[in-house]
């Protein structure tokens, strides 16, 4: 397979978790040879319910490299392929055979270590039962080690990942596209998720499959994407990443993750963090410029929405100002004494006036930054993947030809000439620390910038079966009638049942406290010299108290 391509991953304990001498509950682990590239991490949950949550996330981490190890060897790739259309038959069954792992190991470690009081003794009643029932069909042993799971490999053929629980997988493909091409499960809200130790987990897994390699994968466990606002800032961190690696290579980007994610978690979720990576190097190095052109165009959009935030505050100070000045006038005239301070008022309110045609004037010449930065992502999207075929270019970043009002289709030669002859030079960007509104800590001088007890009764099941990572020889094509009776009735795999059809969810009741004075203290600052090194906007600055 192609040597440019390497898988990575890194776990850090969160700093909350530190604070309190907690074990890191996060796992993660990566798998490389000629033939496959894997990378995976595993979540445990936090609450006391679960004593043995970092043992299953170690254990999951395991099991899945190991299954996905023997699918690829054994798997038909045009299979795999066309899997997606078979209902994911093949991928069931790698699920199945994790899940079965995974029980493995968890039987194992509690034949070897029983569970002890002192273990159990900040576990509620009600789970305490389950861990110590006498009679086997009643123990649930395996809740003690519930945790999340997510998996993606790449082959020459093939790229597919699968996921149960919360946390994001973020692909980035040859033309610069940032996508979470696996299902989100809307089960998985707030402090609830899906977990490995459901009893009808298989129909809790998620899967996607792709006949491209993509330029990167990043799978990360929530205690990264919890310490962004929103998937741009995520993509942001991302983007940064590889940047690092095709600056400065393999080695230094890896040093890089493992250095800047204690900071993470501190300014971030405080909660444990795992990143998992599988890099095309010569992709990313293809896609650079693009990746360039998208950063310049987050940071310009975060500072047009700063502008645009304080435009709407200064209009809201003068109307307070000349509700004032109105007031006052009318006072003066029946009281008189108060002309000094209209004319304050009138000053201030004259400053103000000022104030928003500048910002008015900033907000104009910020908009056609961005238009032109949106058409260079555009047009190097095209250059990234594109070849010699037609670009359709949208009307608004082309320039005045007397058209028809139509997008209008250019070659590569004419799309880069039209580039030329309406840019030109851009002014240069300013940078900025992020929007005044976002509680937003700076990452640094760096080359990167409880449980509720009203869980459902349980469902009576049984531990799955071994099941060959081999799967169907074949899938038989669904006919119309068979789509339209499943119309009707939603496969449960897919949506994740609902919450009444599951025997149990796991949650995690962790309140989020912004510490006062946060926000000031990092916004706008330069960060000191032995800062780790990563330049993107970030994390909200909060720590989290664990129920």
């Excluded at 909350?16 to 509950?25: L, R, Y």
């Excluded at 123990?139 to 597919?160: D, H, M, P, Q």
């Excluded at 999207?381 to 209008?408: I, K, M, N």
């Excluded at 760096?446 to 071994?466: C, F, G, Q």
Aim: proline share 3%.
């Amino acid at each position: 397979m192609n040597d440019n391509i390497f898988a990575f991953s890194a776990t850090e304990t969160g700093y909350n978790h530190k604070k309190i001498n907690k074990v890191c509950e996060d796992a993660s682990d990566f798998y490389d040879d000629d033939r496959m590239h894997i990378c995976v991490v595993a979540d445990g949950h936090g609450s006391d319910n679960y004593p043995r949550t970092d043992r299953g996330a170690r254990y999951a981490v395991d099991a899945a490299i190991k299954c996905i190890i023997e699918f690829v060897e054994n798997a038909d790739p045009k299979q795999v392929l066309d899997d997606e259309r078979c209902d994911f038959a093949l991928l069931l069954q790698l699920a199945k055979s994790i899940l079965n792992e995974w029980y493995r190991s968890v039987e194992d470690d509690h034949i070897i270590h029983p569970f002890g009081e002192k273990e159990l003794e900040k576990v509620s009643e009600k789970y305490r039962r389950r861990y110590l029932a006498e009679k086997e069909e009643d123990r649930r042993i395996e809740k003690a080690y519930g945790c999340t799971l997510i998996a993606y490999v790449v082959t020459a053929e093939y790229s597919f990942g699968l996921q149960i629980g919360d946390g994001k997988c973020v692909v980035v493909d040859r033309f610069g596209s940032f996508t979470e091409p696996i299902p989100w499960d809307e089960n998985c809200q707030l402090n609830v998720t899906t977990s490995i130790c459901d009893s009808d987990s298989i129909e809790e897994f998620r899967f996607c499959i792709s006949d491209q390699i993509p330029a990167a994968v990043f799978c990360g466990s929530d205690g990264i994407d919890d310490s962004y606002a929103d998937p741009e800032e995520l993509h942001a961190l991302y983007r940064s990443i590889l940047k690092i690696f095709t600056e400065h290579g393999i080695e230094v980007g890896q040093n890089e993750i493992r250095e800047y994610l204690p900071v993470l978690t501190k300014k971030g979720s405080g909660d444990d963090v795992s990143v998992g990576v599988i890099i095309d190097m010569e992709q990313a190095a293809d896609i650079a410029p693009l990746l360039e052109i998208q950063t310049q165009i987050f940071k310009l959009t975060t500072e047009l929405a700063e502008k645009k935030h304080r435009l709407v505050t200064t209009y809201e100070k003068k109307a307070s100002l000349v509700n004032k000045l109105q007031k006052l006038i009318g006072l003066d005239k029946s009281l008189g004494g108060t002309a000094g301070l209209i004319d304050k008022l009138t000053d201030e309110s004259d400053q103000l006036k000022g104030e928003i045609v500048s910002l008015e004037s900033e907000i104009e010449l910020l908009s056609r930054q961005e238009q032109e930065l949106v058409y260079d992502n555009q047009v190097a999207s095209f250059d990234a993947g594109a070849g010699t075929e037609d670009v359709t270019v949208p009307e608004e970043h082309l320039p005045e030809t007397g058209g028809d009002g139509e997008g209008q289709v250019l070659t590569d030669t004419q799309a880069e000439n039209t580039k030329d002859d309406m840019i030109g030079q851009p002014e240069t960007l300013k940078e900025k620390d992020g929007p005044e509104e976002k509680k937003a800590a700076g990452a640094g001088g760096s080359k990167m910038m409880s449980e509720v007890d009203s869980i459902p009764e349980e469902k009576d099941t049984e531990i799955p079966l071994v099941v060959s990572a081999e799967g169907p020889s074949e899938c038989v094509e669904k006919s119309a009638a068979d789509d339209e009776a499943e119309s009707a009735h939603k496969d449960p795999m897919l949506s994740g049942g609902t919450m009444a059809d599951k025997d149990d969810v796991v949650m995690r009741m962790e309140t989020a406290i912004i510490e006062k004075g946060a926000t000031d203290e990092f916004l706008g600052k330069a960060m000191p010299e032995d800062a780790v090194k990563i330049e993107v906007l970030a994390p909200e600055n909060r720590s989290q108290e664990e129920a």
